[in-house]
């Protein structure tokens, strides 16, 4: 059976900018900044990126991220896609599948798994828990 290993805790706050209504619904990009701890390295390492955003008439939202963990050569780039439930006009519960790639030695093996990302926001606030997909065989 599969099991989630964690990778790291992300911080950020978001900036919006409204696009406007779209075919599918609402299109809102929120620019994001913040930090990431963790256990596979020292200190907080720097977050940014863009969670393109289509708010569905639902109420729940369409996510694609494309974001960065670090600097320089230690830096974990990710794309990410998702849902998040929204639970009133200023809470919602990202759930997104992560893909990463980076050129750092020591995170190398990031390259090979997937990731899984659960999380909070509320008003401009993000927190998220990343998440590794380990498989019964690792």
Not at 10 to 21: E, F, K, Q, V
Not at 36 to 63: I, K, Q
Not at 95 to 110: K, N, R
């Amino acid at each position: 059976m599969p099991s989630l290993e964690p990778l790291c805790e992300i911080t950020a706050t978001m900036t919006p900018r409204m696009l406007g209504s779209m075919p599918l619904g609402t299109r809102i990009d929120f620019p994001f900044e913040g930090v990431a701890t963790s256990e596979h390295w020292d200190g907080e390492r720097e977050v940014r990126g863009v969670d393109y955003v289509t708010l569905r008439p639902d109420g729940n939202m369409d996510l694609q991220i494309r974001g960065t963990i670090g600097s320089k050569r230690d830096t974990v780039a990710y794309q990410a896609t998702g849902v998040s439930l929204g639970i009133s006009r200023t809470e919602a519960r990202p759930q997104e599948l992560i893909a990463f790639q980076t050129g750092s030695e020591e995170l190398a093996w990031l390259n090979d798994v997937i990731g899984v990302g659960l999380g909070r926001g509320e008003g401009l606030d993000l927190s998220l828990t990343i998440y590794i997909v380990r498989s019964a065989d690792d």
